[in-house]
Structure formats: structure tokens, C-alpha cells
Nanobody, 122 residues
Framework: VQLQAFGGGLVQAGGSLRLSCAAS????????MGWFRQAPGKGREFVAA????????VYADSVKGRFTISRDNAVNTIYLQMNNLQPEDTAAYYC????????????????WGQGTKVTVSS
């Protein structure tokens, strides 16, 4: 599956952004989709993931209650609604896909989109 993320930008602390990730391929609904982020000088960290209705959604503690991941299988797209953004959320955000259950670590995701940059000013 090929992925393309967009929607990043500059926002003030307390503001909101919505990221989108469009996927190609006919079996999009079978993939577990995730969002990761990487701040300058740091490693890539898990943000959120969404599977089928049975799998549900999973969030990193740092974004729980502020970010919401969702998917629309009809248009092969996932979203990340980010509310109450803080300067520590500044990073390049990546969408990713994996086919099998397992830990939500970067090495378990086989397909990646390009990053979309989010900058939160204080």
C-alpha cells in the first residue's frame, strides 16, 4: 500500500489541526493504520493506531484525550484530529500501515508515507 500524508502546518499552542493520509490499493480496510511522529534529534515515536472495529483504536499516553484517529474505508483515508496542541507536539508526522497484529513499534509497520510537518508555537 502506498501512503501520502498531508495537513501539517503552523499553529499556536491550544490550537487544532487535522492530518490526513490517503492510501492506494484495494485492500486498505485490511490494514492496521498508524500515525507516528519524529521531533528533531529524536527517534520516531508511536502516536495512534486504528484497526477494524474489533481492534479499535490505540493512543500514546502523551496524546490521549487530545488526539483522535479515524478512518474512512470508502475513500482509503485515515485522519488524525489534533486538539489542544502544545509545543512538545512539534514534529514531522508520518502515517504507516501494517497487515498483522502485534506491537505498535515502527519496525512492525511495512509501509510509510512521507512526513508532514507540524509546528506548534508557544
Amino acid at each position: 500500500v502506498q501512503l501520502q500524508a498531508f495537513g501539517g502546518g503552523l499553529v499556536q499552542a491550544g490550537g487544532s489541526l487535522r492530518l490526513s493520509c490517503a492510501a492506494s490499493g484495494r485492500t486498505f480496510n485490511r490494514y492496521i493504520m498508524g500515525w507516528f511522529r519524529q521531533a528533531p534529534g529524536k527517534g520516531r515515536e508511536f502516536v495512534a493506531a486504528i484497526g477494524d472495529p474489533e481492534t479499535g483504536t490505540v493512543y500514546a499516553d502523551s496524546v490521549k484525550g487530545r488526539f483522535t484517529i479515524s478512518r474512512d474505508n470508502a475513500v482509503n483515508t485515515i485522519y488524525l484530529q489534533m486538539n489542544n496542541l502544545q509545543p512538545e507536539d512539534t514534529a514531522a508526522y508520518y502515517c504507516a500501515a501494517k497487515y498483522y497484529q502485534g506491537p505498535y513499534s515502527p519496525e512492525n509497520f511495512g509501509s510509510w508515507g512521507q512526513g508532514t510537518k507540524v509546528t506548534v508555537s508557544s
